[in-house]
């Protein structure tokens, strides 16, 4: 007995299913979202299909990039300006980027705006972005240092807020002090285990007195370069891919407290940075102030 042939039916007989009373065929469906998370892409648009009884058609294809690849192109960019690891990661509801040490945050703020007008870090823009910078526990022995010994205890607690203020507002601490001022800050981080309080606290109880240590002259507020990145015509001019300048001293705007107005004291006996703020009290005002501001502008 011959086995049965096989034979190929008709395309129709198989795509008959498609043409049932109330199935839709998938034709020129598209999809169109928007979102912020750190997997979805700012734009997606999924191929439309068109089926018919003897062929399948591929519309249209629309390749997107995500914004996590723009987190990407922040953090690589940043970091090679500011010579440390900059960290670009989704913490809800929004893009953050975070450093320790390094550059102050307003002077990474300024150049990451200035890149975000080229287009930089696409499709993720600098308006997305959060900045936040952490101080490490030798940065803040380091200002504590700055600072000297506290007149009691009460006082030590009392100074954390100035301590937290002088950090925010000084750029690479490790730059900006003698080798003997690093070594003494190390010994106060390992004997203190890294804690703000217990570092006031010791030094407060220091025979004899530490004296506040002096700062070394202003370094650049930026000190790398953008090495790694290449942008066509049209892209970031060279300025903003390499070192920012020298802080500026003696201007005009450093003689008065940039808190109250009150003219500031300089006898010339220190030398580094100039001051701002006539007493701590301004300098920890205005760091609350600017933190407050910060934080009520930031979205919930």
Not at 100 to 122: F, N, S, W
Not at 237 to 258: F, K, S, V
Request: aromatic share 6%.
């Amino acid at each position: 007995m011959r086995p049965p042939q096989f034979r190929y039916g008709s395309l129709d007989r198989y795509t008959r299913k498609f043409r049932e009373p109330g199935f839709t065929p998938v034709s020129e469906r598209r999809l169109s979202r928007e979102s912020d998370g750190p997997g979805c892409v700012s734009r997606q648009r999924i191929a439309s299909v068109t089926l018919q009884s003897r062929r399948v058609s591929l519309r249209s294809v629309e390749a997107t990039v995500k914004r996590s690849d723009g987190a990407k192109s922040w953090s690589r960019v940043l970091t090679e300006l500011a010579q440390v690891r900059v960290s670009v990661e989704w913490e809800r509801p929004t893009w953050r980027a975070s450093w320790q040490d390094g550059p102050t945050r307003e002077a990474l703020m300024r150049r990451a705006a200035a890149l975000g007008a080229y287009r930089v870090g696409r499709p993720l823009p600098f308006e997305e972005l959060r900045f936040a910078r952490s101080n490490s526990a030798a940065a803040i022995a380091l200002a504590w240092l700055a600072r000297g010994s506290a007149q009691s205890p009460a006082a030590a607690r009392a100074a954390v807020a100035e301590v937290e203020a002088f950090c925010a507002d000084t750029g690479y601490p490790e730059r900006r002090f003698d080798p003997g001022t690093l070594a003494a800050a190390e010994l106060l981080r390992r004997v203190s285990h890294g804690d703000i309080a217990e570092m006031g606290l010791l030094l407060a109880q220091a025979v004899p007195p530490v004296t506040p240590a002096d700062l070394l002259g202003p370094g650049p507020e930026l000190t790398g370069r953008v090495v790694s990145s290449r942008w066509p015509h049209g892209g970031p001019p060279e300025e903003l891919l390499g070192p920012a300048g020298n802080r500026r001293e003696g201007t005009a705007q450093h003689r008065t407290c940039q808190r109250c107005g009150k003219p500031l004291k300089n006898n010339g006996s220190r030398s580094g940075r100039p001051a701002k703020y006539c007493s701590g009290a301004c300098r920890t005002a205005a760091h609350r102030a600017l933190h407050g501001a910060v934080s009520a502008t930031a979205p919930r």
